[in-house]
């Protein structure tokens, strides 16, 4: 198999999981709550990152762990903001929303950063926000 059929793959394989998350995870809260649900995806995201990336932890150091607990915090923080939107919504609706990050990851970019977008990134903002 070559490389470009490869990433292909694995991006639509990516696309598919991310998207039946949100029904899976409405199918899930009948069974536990919210932050228990974010509990067993971080053990579990946790335990295989150490298994693929095992020879890399004993270069781990405070630093690294600092910044770690800070985007740790962030993703935490969005984390639980998705996994109760798509409680109290639909599952499509729960997607649709946290797919808009499509549309605002380039705009704050520009926003905080002053840098003018490429073509290419304001054509593919357009065609997410038509979308």
Known sequence: MNKALKSKLLLISVALVWGSSYMLSKLAFDYTG?????????????ILTSIFF???LP???FRIIKKGFFMGIFLFLAMVLSTYGVKYTTAS????????NV?????VYYLLFKKK??????FGTIISFVG
């Open 34 to 46: 919210a932050l228990t649900m974010i509990a067993y995806r971080f053990i579990s995201a946790t």
């Open 54 to 56: 095992y020879k890399k």
């Open 59 to 61: 270069e781990i150091n």
């Open 93 to 100: 609706n729960a997607g649709f929303l946290s797919c808009l």
């Open 103 to 107: 549309i605002i990851v380039p705009v």
């Open 117 to 122: 977008l490429k073509k290419k990134e304001i």
